[in-house]
């Protein structure tokens, strides 16, 4: 499975980004897919996660309530919606598919990752 993240960019502190994740493959509806991000000089993070049906989903305390996690099978695509951006959600994101669907928070799990697409906020 391949997975091409985008949508990254740069951005006002208070403003809005919506990330994708297209996959290579139609199967990939059947895997839990998360989203994690790697800020300049930290360690890679979790911050969202959704089932293969997309009716559960699971955020990192620092983004819930601002962040929405999405996806729509028909397309094999996964989306990261982020409103209210601040200056600490400037990192790297990075889509990554468990394809055992373990349901896991840990990197460790996901099997195949995208390449990255970086978010800056300004602030």
């Known amino acids: 499975v391949q997975l091409q993240a985008s949508g990254g960019g740069l951005v006002q502190a208070g403003g809005s980004l919506r990330l994708s994740c297209a996959a290579s493959?139609?199967?990939?509806?059947?895997?839990?897919m998360g989203w994690f991000r790697q800020a300049p000089g930290k360690e890679r993070e979790f911050v969202a996660a959704?089932?293969?049906?997309?009716?559960?989903?699971y955020y990192a305390d620092s983004v819930k309530g601002r962040f929405t996690i999405s996806r729509d099978n028909a397309k094999n695509t996964v989306y990261l919606q982020m409103n209210s951006l601040k200056s600490e959600d400037t990192a790297v994101y990075y889509c990554?598919?468990?394809?055992?669907?373990?349901?896991?928070?840990?990197?460790?799990?996901?099997?195949?990752w995208g390449q990255g697409t970086l978010v800056t906020v300004s602030s």
């Open positions: 990554a598919a468990d394809t055992s669907s373990r349901w896991s928070m840990v990197g460790t799990s996901y099997d195949y």
């Open positions: 493959r139609r199967t990939s509806n059947w895997f839990t």
């Open positions: 959704i089932s293969w049906s997309g009716t559960t989903t």
